[in-house]
């Protein structure tokens, strides 16, 4: 099955600060997202970007995808405490017979140091 | 901005019982899904719903777990005979559309404890 593999596990920056995270995987996908999860919340979904697409931004966010090294990298720019989080990768694919469920990465741990 | 809300928050039950987690996604959404995350682990695909049937499962989702849209409104996650290794957080979300195709809308979860 396809996974989502996100690295690195945990990332400490200083605020202001630009983070990369980056999500590899396996099989092929139709789109691959990016959520966030505060401690003990839901996930909030941030960003898709399709599988014929390369780049795409959305406020400080950058979302690239590289479908032939079947990776892709989420960058937040200037980041904030706010943005101190776990961020998963998410791969989807489309049988055709209805709803399929997205495969998660074990997520990168990102904590933003005032 | 609409919410899928989940209900309860926490839910506290001896193994071999039975429980319902309760969820109501967006209005006008079309697909369902439920999630688990165990502690400190990924987040796992259980099940998709669609047209008031079960559209994939995962392996996880065994003849233990069931789902159910008895109304409009709600779509519930039964188990029917809890295991140690069943405590989880367990989320629900929907999407409108091709849910692939689309974001996910998660509610923030029921943390199911089995002791």
């Known amino acids: 099955s396809q996974q989502g593999e996100e690295d690195p596990q945990a990332l400490s920056i200083q605020e202001g600060e630009n983070a990369t995270m980056n999500c590899s995987y396996k099989?092929?996908?139709?789109?691959l997202q990016w959520y966030r999860q505060n401690s003990g919340r839901g996930l909030v979904h941030l960003i898709l970007i399709r599988s014929n697409e390369r780049e795409k931004h959305s406020g400080r966010l950058r979302v690239t995808l590289d479908t032939s090294k079947k990776s892709s990298s989420l960058l937040i720019t200037a980041s904030r405490a706010a943005d101190t989080a776990s961020y998963f990768c998410a791969t989807g694919r489309y049988s055709g017979g209805g709803a399929d469920g997205l495969t998660f990465g074990k997520g990168t741990h990102l904590i933003i140091q005032p | 901005e609409p919410e899928v809300t989940q209900t309860p928050s926490h839910q506290v039950t001896q193994m071999g019982q039975e429980v319902i987690l309760r969820c109501v996604p967006i209005?006008?959404?079309?697909?369902f899904y439920w999630y688990r995350q165990i502690l400190g682990q990924k987040v796992e695909f259980l099940v998709s719903f669609y047209n008031n049937e079960i559209s994939e499962k995962s392996e996880i989702f065994d003849d233990q777990f069931s789902v159910e849209r008895p109304d409009g409104s709600n779509f519930t996650l039964k188990i029917r005979s809890t295991k140690l290794e069943d405590s989880a957080m367990y989320f629900c979300a929907s999407s409108d559309l091709r849910g692939l195709d689309e974001k996910l809308f998660f509610g923030s979860g029921t943390q199911l404890s089995v002791l």
């Open positions: 099989t092929s996908i139709n789109n």
């Open positions: 209005s006008n959404h079309l697909y």
